[in-house]
């Protein structure tokens, strides 16, 4: 396993160098409150899945709960006609039967949409939130024919769950579905810590499907990045990018990777203060139409701050700027 991740980042390292060479451009991120979905005493918002337009609605989705973590938590789901001011509807998703895998928490959510349905990614663990903890967390799927449900779990659930081989980067769990729709099939973007690492080694794996309800293979050349903690990615042209925060070897943290092929991601920009667990609108992102550009807006997770009586996190909104090249 090091040995492969040696490789893993020896290629992305001499990619990045290579794509160095007409300019690494720029993109700055700016932060700001909205309404609706925003800081509330007692009340922790987190998570925010990526954002689709139905019928002049933008819909996102969260985790919900009266803890910082999101271990003890149930998805909920917003809209709003201008990604500001946002109506909370109420619960997607509520926690799995007692004692199984999603049995005390349904938590960082996306969505897919496919063949004419929605398609609820989301986290669960089976574990309850006693520190010090240490979650078993496992990926399911849901499906409606309405954004806004009624919502029915998938017989086959899970739908990923981490690997049986301990040497693999995501033995411990897997988290953090994105999804994007690529050569006819089902792209499955998600984060994954192997056994005896901590939070702060996180990487980035990839699943594929032949049907938006699975099975999800793994990819050959898992991990496909090497760090990152929050998995945002989206079309851009004929290829994929990914945002990476601030986990990770640190040639590649606030930055943004692409990928022609969406396997072997090489460094194109800084990212200058860049989005926390951000879920971005990304119009292209199921429509194979090559015209998929980096996401100008999206939601994230706000920091609580104690000053302003703000202790636990809230979903806020951010705007993406795209500079010159250096």
């Given amino acids: 396993m090091k040995d492969n991740l040696l490789i893993a980042v020896t290629v992305l390292l001499a990619a990045t160098a290579s794509a160095e060479g007409p300019g690494i451009g720029n993109v700055s991120v700016t932060h700001s409150a909205l309404e609706g979905i925003g800081a509330e005493v007692g009340v922790m918002r987190r998570d925010p899945s990526d954002i689709i337009k ?83 967390s496992k990926i399911g799927i849901a499906v409606s024919d309405s954004p806004d449900g009624p919502w029915e779990r998938l017989d086959t659930n899970p739908a990923l769950k981490n690997s049986d081989n301990q040497s693999d980067f995501d033995s411990h769990l897997v988290d953090d579905a994105c999804l994007i729709v690529r050569e006819g099939k089902y792209w499955l973007y998600y984060k994954g810590r192997q056994l005896g690492k901590s939070p702060g080694q ?4 990839l699943a594929v499907a032949d049907h938006p309800a699975g099975p999800y293979v793994r990819h050959e050349t898992n991990p496909v990045i090497p760090g990152n903690h929050e998995v945002l990615v989206w079309p851009q042209g004929n290829g994929v990018a990914a945002m990476i925060g601030t986990t990770g070897p640190k040639e590649i943290t606030n930055s943004i990777l692409y990928a022609e092929d969406g396997i072997n991601f090489a460094k194109t920009h800084d990212v200058t203060s860049g989005p926390w667990a951000g879920g971005a609108y990304r119009p292209e992102a199921f429509t194979q139409s090559g015209k998929g550009t980096i996401p100008r807006w999206g939601v994230e997770i706000g920091k609580p701050d104690g000053k302003k009586n703000v202790r636990l996190p809230f979903i806020q909104r951010f705007d993406v700027k795209e500079g010159n090249l250096k």
């Fill in 202 to 205: 996180t990487q980035m794996g």
């Fill in 54 to 136: 139905v019928d002049g609605l933008f819909y996102v989705w969260y985790s919900k709960g009266k803890i910082a973590p999101g271990y003890d938590a149930t998805v909920w789901y917003a809209t709003s006609t201008d990604g500001h001011n946002w109506i909370e509807k109420g619960m997607a998703l509520a926690k799995g039967k007692a004692g199984s895998w999603e049995g005390a928490s349904v938590f960082t959510p996306n969505i897919l949409v496919a063949e004419g349905r929605y398609w609820l990614f989301y986290t669960g663990t089976s574990r309850e939130f006693i520190r010090p903890f240490n979650p078993d």
